[in-house]
């Protein structure tokens, strides 16, 4: 069963400006709901060099139909020159909660 509802996976330097970002999609009703999880430490490959960074989780909930304006406002909004952000839908959920957020996250 398809909900109609996609979740986004955004990594962001620190907790303010995830929280910055959160607040953006929400604030506009791109996305109903924005999780900020703090802590994470990230090992990856970035131009030729193995670096590691203190960064921020922000999970986003919204419409799957607006992944891509969420895509293009992170990238607007973020100061990294290439944001993380993943999509995947979600297939089943509590019906209550799945239209709740339909609701909430207007078609953009």
Do not use: F
């Given at each position: 069963?398809?909900?109609?509802?996609?979740?986004?996976?955004?990594?962001?330097?620190?907790?303010?400006?995830a929280q910055a970002?959160?607040?953006?999609?929400?604030?506009?009703?791109?996305?109903?709901?924005?999780?900020?999880?703090?802590?994470?430490?990230?090992?990856?490959?970035?131009?030729?060099?193995?670096?590691?960074?203190?960064?921020?989780?922000?999970?986003?909930?919204?419409?799957?139909?607006?992944?891509?304006?969420?895509?293009?406002?992170?990238?607007?909004?973020?100061?990294?020159?290439?944001?993380?952000?993943?999509a995947w839908p979600?297939?089943?959920?509590?019906s209550d909660y799945?239209?709740?957020?339909?609701?909430?996250?207007?078609?953009?």
């Open positions: 069963m398809m909900t109609g509802v996609s979740l986004v996976y955004v990594t962001a330097e620190s907790p303010e400006q970002i959160g607040h953006a999609l929400v604030e506009e009703h791109i996305a109903a709901c924005a999780n900020i999880i703090p802590g994470m430490r990230s090992i990856y490959w970035w131009q030729g060099k193995l670096e590691e960074a203190d960064e921020t989780v922000l999970i986003v909930k919204t419409r799957s139909e607006n992944v891509g304006a969420v895509i293009r406002r992170v990238k607007e909004l973020h100061s990294y020159s290439v944001p993380c952000v993943l979600i297939d089943a959920g509590n799945v239209n709740w957020l339909l609701g909430e996250a207007r078609t953009s």
